[in-house]
């Protein structure tokens, strides 16, 4: 599985490469200027085109004499050839035409937009942005052409976009083989009353309320029979689900459960946080503690390799703990934050969610970390994966084909300890572009 990147993806354009002489009044008075400020550009898509290309940026402070905006793309090699003249006289398709709107433009480009020779905007390219004002020609008389210091390359990457708000706190996250999302409700916060409730989010969208009756629902999973296991935090049990939202009772006495994963042969692994254990409940309903100790410190998100190896997400520090098929435990990785949230496994790598760091990483096998996800500040911001930004994030999921990665985020920011309310959900994913 190889890892596509780019770079750089952010322009800031502040130059001015070419400025008319502003319709002065020949006697000191200062000239309009029809100048703007403060603009990106970002790839945020994956269409090889100049749809994959997204633009921000401030409008003039005079617009009332500009009549539009034209975003431009120069090949790096050409830019230095460029000019005021060049960009007057481009035709149609070779500029992308923004209307004035009286506020900021954040705006995508079009897919058949060419570029200042004529070519078709294409991946592994070096374009420069610029962006020409255009003049009324009444108040002002003449075009400014501002240029950026940066270029911008297209290449394939990660996206990170919102899917839908719920209103719960972010407990559980899993996906069914149709590709159906199950997210449950925590609760407000972590410390406050439980959630009760289970949201179902089909691949298009649609929620609606799957099931209820449970006591702070956290962690979850699906097991072979098809029914989803919900592990109840202030209720002290896992809970069965059927297909059909049917909620009874399947396991009791643990003490803080949070993650659950099933091992090939029916048992149950479940991840205490309360008392630093993980239980073990068999096919039979027998309850047992497989592993504990001070390596755990509220161990949360649990997940199962195809060798019958464990992994724990400790949610009070930065560990993920490794624990064999004999029960032997060990520090696996460690992760920013110093607090976790949940672990899954797909296709022979782990995915963590660092919850503190508002980040997501892979893990191999040998404990080696990549980040996938989040740049580390606390947000909302969708867009390339690596940039964009996540709140607290929770548990996750991947869909059947792997081409999207879930994840539960809080939608409170600002003001918002990492203790404070978790509620309510942004179920987010993380679209992927792999070989």
């Known amino acids: 599985m190889k890892r596509l990147f780019y770079a750089p993806f952010i322009l800031l354009l502040f130059s001015t490469l070419a400025c008319g002489s502003d319709d002065g009044d020949g006697g000191g008075k200062q000239p309009l200027t029809i100048g703007i400020s403060f603009v990106t550009a970002l790839d945020v898509e994956n269409q090889g085109n100049a749809s994959d290309i997204a633009v921000t940026f401030s409008p003039s402070e005079n617009e009332a004499s500009v009549t539009e905006y034209r975003v431009i793309l120069v090949k790096n090699t050409a830019v230095a050839n460029f000019d005021l003249m060049a960009a007057n006289a481009l035709v149609s398709t070779r500029y992308h035409p923004i209307a004035k709107t009286g506020s900021a433009i954040n705006t995508g480009l ?11 905007i294409v991946e592994g390219t070096a374009y420069r942005v610029l962006v020409l004002t255009v003049a009324d020609g009444t108040t002002v008389t003449e075009n400014h052409l501002f240029l950026s210091g940066t270029s911008l390359t297209l290449a394939k990457t990660d996206i990170l976009e919102t899917i ?17 999302v199950y997210c449950a409700d925590f609760g407000r916060s972590l410390s406050g009353p439980p959630g009760n409730s289970l949201y179902k989010i089909t691949p298009e969208g649609q929620v609606s309320v799957f099931a209820t009756g449970f006591v702070g629902a956290s962690g979850n999973t699906i097991g072979a029979d098809g029914n989803i296991y919900q592990s109840n935090i202030q209720g002290g ?6 297909p059909e939202g049917q909620v009874s009772l399947y396991a009791s006495g643990m003490s803080g459960p949070v993650g659950v994963i099933f091992d090939p042969e029916g048992n149950l692994y479940v991840a205490n946080c309360s008392d630093n254990t993980v239980k073990k409940v068999t096919p039979e309903g027998n309850v047992s503690i497989f592993a504990s100790g001070t390596i755990f410190s509220c161990p949360n998100g649990i997940a199962i390799d195809e060798d019958g190896n464990l992994y724990v997400a400790n949610f009070s520090n930065a560990s993920v703990v490794k624990i064999t098929p004999e029960g032997q435990s060990s520090i696996f990785a460690s992760l920013p934050g110093n607090n976790n949230g949940h672990i899954t496994f797909f296709r022979n790598k782990l995915y963590v969610v660092a919850r503190a760091a508002n980040q997501i990483y892979e893990l191999d096998l040998q404990g080696n970390s990549t980040l996938i996800a989040g740049s580390g500040l606390r947000g909302h911001m969708d867009g390339p994966a690596l940039l964009g930004t996540l709140s607290l994030p929770n ?20 003001g918002t300890p990492a203790s404070s309310d978790i509620q309510p959900t942004f179920l987010k994913r993380v679209r992927l572009e792999r070989e």
Not at 110 to 120: P, V
Not at 237 to 242: D, G, H, R
């Open 395 to 414: 548990d996750l999921g991947f869909s059947p084909d792997g081409k999207y990665l879930y994840v539960n985020d809080t939608k409170p920011v600002l």
């Open 110 to 120: 079009s897919a058949s937009l060419q570029d200042s020779d004529g070519d078709a």
């Open 164 to 180: 839908t708000e719920l209103p719960i706190g972010t407990g559980g996250v899993v996906v069914d083989a149709a590709g159906n």
């Open 237 to 242: 049990t896992v809970s069965q689900v059927t």
